[in-house]
């Protein structure tokens, strides 16, 4: 009878104790919002992005003519960044981000001596 009553109790305790951690877990995640952002892309995949044409249709050019237009000051890494963000490829946070806003703009130069 004891070892019934002692593997009862075991069970019942486990039980309790992994709804527990399930109930946790539940109410720890964030539920996604509709248009919300779900990944963040790396300055430099954003300039490569940008640099393949990815943004032509948002006023950013393609290939050569974007490091003409980012030594001409046409283009900025604040002008590239908003355009992610409007594209929804970037969190809006992004944009008082001076160490990715940095980045950016380290990699836009790059483009020129490349």
């Known amino acids: 009878m ?3 009553l ?9 039980s309790v ?24 892309i790396s300055p430099n995949d954003l300039v490569s992005l940008a640099y393949r044409g990815a943004f032509r249709d948002r006023g950013i050019p393609g290939y050569t003519a974007i490091a003409h237009a980012y030594t001409a000051h046409q283009v900025t890494a604040r002008d590239l960044v908003q355009v992610a963000i409007d594209a929804k490829k970037l969190p809006s946070k992004t944009l008082s981000d001076p160490g990715y806003l940095n980045v950016v ?5 790059d483009l020129n001596r490349s």
């Open 17 to 40: 104790f992994l709804a527990t951690i399930a109930q946790a877990e539940f109410l720890s995640t964030p539920e996604p919002q509709p248009n919300s952002i779900t990944r963040s």
């Open 6 to 14: 002692v593997t009862s109790l075991s069970v019942l305790m486990l």
């Open 2 to 4: 004891q070892p019934v």
């Open 105 to 109: 703009d380290t990699k836009l130069a």
